[in-house]
């Protein structure tokens, strides 16, 4: 628990959620489909076997008659299985392995008995009010309240006179919005919402399935396939076939898994994204570019 700690804090002391935590201690523990597949395949060729053996042993059979028909019938079960397994491949989920309210209760409730407290650095995401700014320079919008807890602990609005919401109509007008989203179809779903009620102000920098299928480390959660009317609305998304197909397979990855240190480099480059788009001379630097050869 104190390496998770000091991993999220990213040796300098950064805040982190227990929701941060429950993702941070599960991910090595996920469920790995192809493997689960194969345990199940073994699991059913052993239980022919045992079957076989028990029907010998105890007589119920004898083996004249066991043997001939167990190994056509183990055969069969193998081969089923194989012929089952993109089914399988493609309907399986990926749950974490922990229920949160189960973290909560057997981890972070033994922890603060023993030790008085939560783990260093942690705040409880229930806990935490993002404060209210009288003239906020900026917006963040999260339908993570974790996500919100974790840069409000950080103390993200008052470093860059941020205002943090999770829904749209409370965000203060008039200035840009940072959208932060989960990889996911409501994630998505959402985020094209905030393109069109905040149309330029809207900056879209939340977790993208591209960034997920691109990186192998990412948390990937599979939850059921969705219905085919429920996906229809991704094609006229900015996303590729491949991440429309990934979201359409169930798959999923969640903004709270990103730790703080990752989050705050997001919404350090999110302004500066924004600063270079309000500042002529800084945007014509970027297109510019450093020590770049004069073409005149």
Same mark, same amino acid.
């Given at each position: 628990?104190?390496?998770?700690?000091?991993?999220?804090?990213?040796?300098?002391?950064?805040? %982190?959620?227990?929701?941060?935590?429950? %993702?941070?201690?599960?991910?090595?523990?996920?469920?790995?489909?192809?493997?689960?597949?194969?345990?199940?395949?073994?699991?059913?060729? #052993?239980?022919?076997?045992?079957?076989?053996?028990?029907?010998?042993?105890?007589?119920?059979?004898?083996?004249?008659?066991?043997?001939?028909?167990?190994?056509?019938?183990?055969?069969?079960?193998?081969?089923?299985?194989?012929?089952? =397994?993109?089914?399988?491949? =493609?309907?399986?989920?990926?749950?974490?392995? #922990?229920? %949160?309210?189960? +973290? =909560?209760?057997?981890?972070?409730?033994?922890?603060?008995?023993? %030790?008085?407290?939560?783990?260093?650095?942690?705040?409880?995401?229930?806990?935490?009010? $993002?404060?209210?700014?009288?003239?906020?320079? +900026?917006?963040?919008?999260?339908?993570?309240?974790?996500?919100?807890?974790?840069?409000?602990?950080?103390?993200? $609005?008052?470093?860059?006179?941020?205002?943090?919401?999770?829904?749209?109509?409370?965000?203060?007008?008039?200035?840009?919005?940072?959208?932060?989203?989960?990889?996911?179809?409501?994630?998505?779903?959402?985020?094209?919402?905030?393109?069109?009620?905040?149309?330029?102000?809207?900056?879209?920098?939340?977790?993208?399935?591209?960034?997920?299928?691109?990186?192998?480390?990412?948390?990937?959660?599979?939850?059921?396939?969705?219905?085919?009317?429920?996906?229809?609305?991704?094609?006229?998304?900015?996303?590729?076939?491949?991440?429309?197909?990934?979201?359409?397979?169930?798959?999923?990855?969640?903004?709270?898994?990103?730790?703080?240190?990752?989050?705050?480099?997001?919404?350090?480059?999110?302004?500066?994204?924004?600063?270079?788009?309000?500042?002529?001379?800084?945007?014509?630097?970027?297109?510019?570019?450093?020590?770049?050869?004069?073409?005149?």
């Amino acid at each position: 628990m104190r390496k998770l700690a000091e991993r999220l804090g990213d040796g300098r002391g950064l805040r %982190y959620t227990l929701l941060q935590l429950w %993702y941070a201690a599960g991910r090595k523990k996920i469920p790995d489909v192809e493997r689960a597949f194969k345990r199940a395949r073994v699991g059913v060729g #052993v239980a022919v076997v045992v079957i076989a053996i028990v029907l010998t042993v105890s007589g119920a059979a004898p083996a004249a008659v066991v043997i001939p028909l167990g190994v056509p019938v183990l055969v069969l079960a193998i081969f089923a299985m194989g012929a089952a =397994r993109p089914w399988f491949l =493609r309907r399986a989920t990926v749950p974490m392995p #922990v229920l %949160y309210s189960t +973290f =909560r209760r057997d981890v972070i409730g033994r922890w603060t008995s023993i %030790y008085r407290g939560l783990p260093p650095g942690a705040v409880d995401e229930d806990r935490v009010r $993002p404060p209210a700014l009288e003239r906020p320079q +900026f917006a963040v919008l999260c339908p993570d309240r974790s996500v919100l807890a974790c840069l409000a602990a950080n103390d993200v $609005p008052q470093t860059w006179s941020m205002a943090l919401s999770d829904r749209i109509d409370r965000l203060p007008p008039d200035v840009p919005v940072i959208v932060l989203h989960d990889a996911s179809m409501p994630g998505i779903a959402m985020a094209g919402k905030a393109r069109v009620a905040l149309g330029a102000r809207a900056v879209v920098v939340g977790l993208s399935p591209r960034a997920v299928l691109a990186n192998a480390s990412a948390l990937r959660l599979r939850d059921p396939r969705p219905q085919p009317q429920d996906t229809a609305f991704l094609h006229g998304e900015p996303l590729s076939a491949a991440e429309i197909q990934w979201l359409a397979e169930g798959w999923w990855s969640p903004i709270a898994a990103i730790p703080p240190a990752k989050l705050l480099t997001v919404l350090e480059r999110a302004v500066e994204r924004i600063a270079d788009a309000a500042d002529p001379d800084r945007r014509r630097a970027r297109e510019v570019g450093f020590l770049t050869w004069p073409t005149r």
